[in-house]
């Protein structure tokens, strides 16, 4: 594993990158933390465990809140998709087969790139994905007061900038469910229908979307579990997250 550098929309960002093989297919692995915490470090694991199984993998920093609000953090994962594409073979890796994970504050990234063609780091449709697992993303940030649980008024909060009342409109741009169309790539959702904090609804609405606009989507709600994971969980998502990555990228 190499940290490597590139230029994102508010300047230099770090990833860390396993390409174990020439022109191998990339999964990008996005940190939770509410938008407001976490470090690309804590992927380090996972991204090993994916290039054991095949995979080049790639563990990315963005911008966090409150210092640098949406659509700073979507701006950079876009820029980072951008660049890797551009550098495909000086990092040994298939640009046409990219797929994204994330959970919680990455689930949400992870869908945002997945879904949203509007690039918020330069003025140009973002860069496509092969496919996408959002673990116990947000979804849908708008009426947070009727959609979400308090824990989680403050993270949206920071992350926005300010109130839904103050902002309604940049709450919807920085929802993935505004842009599913039958165009979105595979996705996977993954959420325990015990989380309290961020409520399963938001994937199963989600799920519905997709599916009802055509597009490929499959849910696994995990019962009996929160938004932090059990062992045997967390092994579960694995395995179903590589049997979709294995469909998917070639």
Not at 78 to 94: E, G, T, V
Not at 152 to 165: H, P, T
Not at 172 to 190: F, G, K, Q, R
């Amino acid at each position: 594993m190499t940290e490597q550098k590139w230029n994102g929309p508010g300047g230099p960002l770090a990833f860390d990158l396993i390409a174990p093989d020439d022109r191998a297919p990339l999964v990008i692995l996005i940190h939770g933390g509410g938008w407001i915490s976490g470090e690309k470090e804590s992927w380090r694991e996972e991204a090993a465990w994916y290039a054991n199984n095949g995979f080049a993998t790639a563990c990315i920093t963005y911008r966090l809140a409150p210092l640098y609000p949406f659509p700073a953090a979507v701006a950079d994962c876009q820029s980072f998709l951008r660049h890797i594409k551009a550098n495909a073979d000086q990092y040994k890796i298939d640009p046409d087969n990219i797929a994204v994970l994330g959970n919680s504050a990455g689930g949400h990234l992870a869908t945002m790139m997945g879904l949203c063609k509007k690039g918020f780091d330069v003025e140009e449709p973002a860069e496509s994905l092969n496919a996408v697992v959002n673990i116990c993303g947000i979804t849908d940030l708008t009426n947070p007061q009727d959609q979400h649980f308090d824990i989680s008024l403050s993270f949206l909060e920071q992350f926005m900038g300010g109130s839904f009342a103050e902002n309604p409109e940049g709450y919807s741009d920085a929802s993935p469910v505004n842009y599913v169309t039958a165009e979105a790539p595979p996705m996977l959702i993954i959420h325990g229908d015990k989380d309290d904090v961020v409520p399963c609804g938001q994937s199963l609405e989600l799920h519905e979307k997709l599916k009802t606009a055509g597009s490929e989507a499959h849910i696994v709600v995990l019962h009996g579990e929160g938004h932090s994971f059990t062992l045997p969980a967390w092994e579960q998502i694995r395995e179903r997250s590589l049997e979709f990555f294995t469909e998917h990228l070639k």
